[in-house]
């Protein structure tokens, strides 16, 4: 039963580079949430095929592993009580067969062996296995289902995006996110793509270090220890932790954004 929908965000970078943002992760359930939500796409103008088709075969490999990590889950309790059963079994068997001045240490290394690669084994049979086979086949169908449409705020997104690589300079950049906080842009109605709209951004980084310095940039704009803040916040956009254009992006959008 299809619940909610997740969006996936095309956005073209100043240079005519795409940019995908999507809220999900191998790190997440993906298989629960491709199978309970409606996944449709938006773009700012509209992408290249050769680009869609990248984006397909990246969520097909996403896919892939979320298959995988759902039959390993799924099926780890059986696979290792048969293997562990294995190697009793092996350890056992060879104790009364070798007699070596050294006991044990053939034993376990051949019933070790030997319950990883029944383990190996039994792993890789459940992944091709009929079920698993199946829920490929379907979530990549969806994959295949998904259809990009034109969006005023994506739109928008995309030329604030041009605007703010316009302006490259990292010092100026960030005075302008230090004090552009009267946002006439993002009016957008859908709180939900908004949110999801940021959620994809923040995935793309550590959100740990995302957070702190969204703290760090509003202390800033009180001027509270600036000189010092604004020294950490150009070293972090400046280094390869971050994307700062987007990052601009993000804080103009999460300040036009009410809860």
């Known amino acids: 039963m299809i619940e909610n929908k997740l969006t996936i965000f095309h956005v073209y970078r100043k240079n005519g580079t795409s940019i995908f943002l999507y809220p999900f992760t191998r790190k997440q359930n993906l298989v629960e949430l491709l199978e309970k939500n409606e996944i449709i796409g938006v773009y700012g103008r509209e992408p290249r095929i050769e680009s869609l088709t990248l984006l397909r075969n990246d969520l097909y490999r996403l896919v ?4 995988k990590d759902w039959t390993a889950e799924r099926k780890f309790i ?8 294995f190697f009793l079994f092996l350890y056992i068997f ?3 067969v070798i007699r070596d001045p050294i006991p044990m240490v053939d034993e376990l290394l051949i019933g070790l062996a030997g319950g990883i690669l029944l383990y190996i084994f039994l792993s890789k049979r459940d992944s091709d296995s009929k079920p698993a ?14 259809v990009f449409n034109e969006d005023s705020f994506v739109i928008e997104a995309e030329l604030y ?39 994809s951004i923040r995935l793309l980084y550590n959100e740990k270090e995302m957070k702190k310095h969204e703290k760090m940039l509003k202390k800033m704009s ?9 020294r950490r916040m150009l070293r972090w956009m400046s280094s390869r932790k971050v994307d ?16």
């Open 161 to 199: 995006l041009k605007h703010c690589e316009d302006n490259s300079d990292m010092e100026q950049l960030l005075l302008n996110m230090m004090k552009d906080k009267n946002n006439e842009m993002f009016t957008h109605s859908d709180k939900e793509k908004v949110r999801q709209f940021l959620s």
């Open 222 to 230: 009180v001027e509270e220890n600036a000189d010092l803040n604004q």
């Open 64 to 67: 892939e592993q979320a298959v």
């Open 78 to 85: 059986p696979r290792f009580l048969i293997s562990t059963g």
């Open 133 to 146: 086979t199946e829920m490929k086949v379907r979530l990549r169908t969806k994959v295949d289902e998904i």
């Open 94 to 96: 060879m104790s009364m």
């Open 244 to 259: 700062p254009f987007l990052f601009a992006v993000y804080t103009k959008i999460k300040s036009g954004k009410s809860d």
